[in-house]
């Protein structure tokens, strides 16, 4: 189980962003989260299977829209 934080440019471009976070695991939870200035960022909970492996903040960047995610945690469920 992996919680994030994922910046975007374009906040109209969330939606698009979790419909990509399907190719890496389930998209458990999300909410935005006011940062300041203006600002909004997506939190999500994502489900995946230990086996998945790689690192889950490299993909998250590759997605398009993402100005940078960043792994909050990770547990084991």
Do not use: C, H, W
């Amino acid at each position: 189980m992996v919680t994030a934080k994922i910046y975007s440019e374009d906040p109209s471009k969330f939606d698009s962003i979790k419909a990509e976070i399907s190719n890496i695991g389930k998209l458990q939870d999300s909410r935005l989260e006011d940062v300041g200035f203006g600002m909004k960022a997506l939190k999500v909970l994502i489900i995946m299977p230990d086996s998945a492996g790689g690192d889950v903040e490299e993909k998250l960047n590759k997605i398009p829209g993402v100005s940078q995610a960043q792994v909050e945690e990770v547990n084991l469920m």
